[in-house]
């Protein structure tokens, strides 16, 4: 598979596919679509089309971040977005034994103990959650992250193998058929969290361009403003000026340093990097898994956790630290409630 790179046209590409539109990339910066047609309508232009974000692309739509086509696609992601439900056959057999080797082998509590209790298939909801974003600095962008939770573990975000690469794999189900095992405010926290992390890493170079370009115009401001002051004591050095004169020319200094700080709030007010997003549409997947139950043990402490096994990526899940959110294959355990605490967290 074509790795994207260019931002935009890898915004576009996910966007399309959250619209049930069709993107084949032409190379790194062309992208053909088709679309569905209330998508066409709303952006104004034909369901099947070409992207580019290279302006001498013959028989194309221009594609930049101060383009009104992206404003247009930044008004449909302004829209409240939706939730649906399916499951994902799996007809291969689901294993119960044997996890007690692969548990020893991958699951480390560095200052404690994991005990393999028993193994069985369950399915497990997995929820697939698209968000969009705007950014705003010295010019807009749009984007959109996507991400799966375990919801049963917490762990985001996740990876399910090929298990939505077979469209006659998959199912329609009832999603109050399983119960749901977080709360929608830890749900919610979750995808704030993960969202935010990684709409920060896509924001990361230009927001490091930002810095560099504030820097600039900071250092600027500052040895132009700098001068005039200096320029302003020596003429009072200079000349022995005293009393109303002296004073005259101090208030010009003042003046001039009031000057600079309005000149540096305003680019840092142009400068700063503004950023809100929104879930625009979530999945909830039924996977069948295989659920194994251990017990960590720390001390006196002891508590029962479920792993999970995937027959679409043929992993045990990480746990998930229960300090900061990151999945964890090696962590230490509290000596209170044996919570799980992943190195970087731990004290």
Known sequence: MQTVEDPIIRTLETIISTYDGVAELVDEKTLNVLLPEEIATALKIEEETTFSTAIDTPNSQ???????????FSEILADLGSVAALGVKYDGYLKTSGFDKLISQNIVPHNGLIRFVDAKPEMTRYILCN???????????????????????GVTPVDIGDALFWESDKIPVDDNSLPQKMSE??????????????IQAELEN???????????????????????????????????????????????????????????????????LKVQANLYSAMILHLPTVHINCTLQRKKAKREVTLVWNPFTKIIEPLRCEVSGQPVYEFYLDDTDAKIIGSASWN
Do not use: C, P
Request: aromatic share 8%; hydrophobic share 40%.
């Open 62 to 72: 221009f594609v930049s971040y101060n383009s009104e086509l992206l404003n247009r």
């Open 131 to 153: 968000v969009a974003y705007t950014a705003e600095a010295d010019e807009k962008r749009i984007g959109m992250v996507s991400f799966i939770i375990n919801e049963l573990t």
């Open 185 to 198: 405010s830890e749900l919610s926290a979750i995808i704030e969290k993960t969202s935010g992390s990684l």
């Open 206 to 272: 230009w927001q490091a361009k930002l810095y560099r370009a504030l820097a600039r115009d900071e250092e600027r401001l500052k040895n132009y403003y700098g001068t005039i002051s200096a320029e302003i004591a020596a003429k009072i050095e200079y000349k022995g000026l005293s009393g109303d004169e002296k004073e005259k020319e101090l208030a010009r200094i003042e003046a001039t340093l009031r000057e600079l700080e309005r000149k540096l709030a305003d680019i840092r007010e142009r400068y700063a």
